[in-house]
């Protein structure tokens, strides 16, 4: 069955995505021809056990990525980009407990559940693309003009996206589960444009204000794997199925590379950016001042009037002798050096 414009019957026919089961004029869904079979654990039916499992390690990759994302304190556009992998590491918790059945399809709460899940897809996409204009700093990265428009541009995408669903799968507000053209658009084409913007503009940023072409092979790398993608799920994935009897299917692979592609968005990031204050080295060497009057020079000790170690600080034992009386004037008086360690005449 053919993907045509504005209708998710082809789309869903071959892929079994999240919104699948809410669309359709049987109030059944549209059920893809194949897809990966069930295991059940202990009284609980666990769909998609495959695809869950890699749900699992994009969150804590995604993890890992942002740890080191906040560890470059000076890096250009840390603050903006780590966003954009916090909303990536939602959307797996969610597609989590979507795909796996943990909250079921028939259950009050999925078409809510699937609306956020749907709004946060366009809302990290256009974190994405507004991620794409740090590097030329057309505002100052990091501050709040900046910040601020990426949040207020994600949360408006984001309920856009959240309406445009539950209105969808609610039929109201003049849209329907039988004419969804409108989350089609959300759903599909909007992801590419942001993609498609993205990787334009990275690759103008990288050839007309960089001397290394290295980040280059991550870019093609990262649209590599987000093409591939897009191709198994929405070409292959009844083949896939078929051809292994059902244990994966496409959403596996699109899950996975998904992943990848999202993997080489950091590494590319990673690469356009150094952290100028890393292990806080300066250019001059340092220059160590003697505070300790033991280790000073005779005379600058006598300059120091202001020691605690003259006249009336409190007596300390250094040695077995008074502080005091080394180095106040009662121990001159008392016969003793004013030197460590003390004469033996004393003892």
């Known amino acids: 069955m053919g993907i045509s414009f504005g209708s998710f019957d082809g789309v869903c026919g071959t892929a079994a995505l999240v919104i699948c089961p809410l669309l359709g004029g049987s109030g059944q869904g549209i059920e893809p021809s194949c897809y990966s079979r069930n295991v059940q654990i202990g009284s609980t039916l666990i769909f998609q056990p495959s695809t869950s499992f890699v749900h699992i390690v994009a ?28 909303m990536y590491m939602l959307i797996e918790l969610l597609a989590l407990f979507l795909d796996s059945g943990v909250i079921p399809t028939a259950n009050a709460s999925y078409p809510w559940f699937a609306a956020v899940y749907t709004g946060l897809i366009a809302s990290a996409y256009c974190c994405l693309l507004i991620n794409a204009f740090v590097g030329f700093q057309f505002a100052e990265d990091g501050t709040p003009v900046s910040l601020w428009i990426l949040r207020i541009s994600c949360l408006v995408v984001f309920a856009i996206g959240m ?30 444009v942001c993609v498609v913007v993205y990787v334009v503009s990275q690759l103008v940023l990288v050839f007309r204000t960089l001397e290394d072409r290295w980040p280059i092979g991550d870019i093609l790398f990262g649209i590599a794997f987000y093409v591939i993608a897009q191709v198994l799920l929405f070409a292959f994935s009844v083949t896939i199925c078929d051809a292994v009897k059902h244990y994966l299917d496409g959403l596996f ?19 356009i950016t150094r952290e100028d204050l890393e292990f806080s080295v300066g250019s001059k060497a340092a220059v160590w001042e003697v505070k300790d009057p033991l280790l000073a020079g005779a005379s600058e000790f006598e300059e120091d009037t202001t020691s605690n170690y003259h006249g009336g600080a409190p007596a300390s034992l250094v040695g077995g002798v008074g502080g005091q009386q080394i180095y106040g004037s009662a121990g001159s008086k008392a016969g003793y050096a004013r030197a460590y360690p003390p004469s033996n005449e004393r003892y």
């Open 59 to 86: 969150i804590i990759m995604t993890a890992i990525m942002i740890y080191h994302i906040r560890g470059k304190y000076t890096a250009v556009g840390r603050k903006e980009i780590v966003m954009f992998f916090w």
């Open 253 to 271: 692979f699109f899950t996975l590379c998904v992943l990848l592609s999202v993997m080489m968005v950091y590494k590319y990031w990673d690469s």
């Open 163 to 192: 309406f445009v669903s539950i209105a969808t799968f609610k039929t109201f507000a003049s849209f329907s589960p039988l004419k969804p053209t409108a989350l089609f658009i959300i759903y599909l084409i909007w992801p590419i």
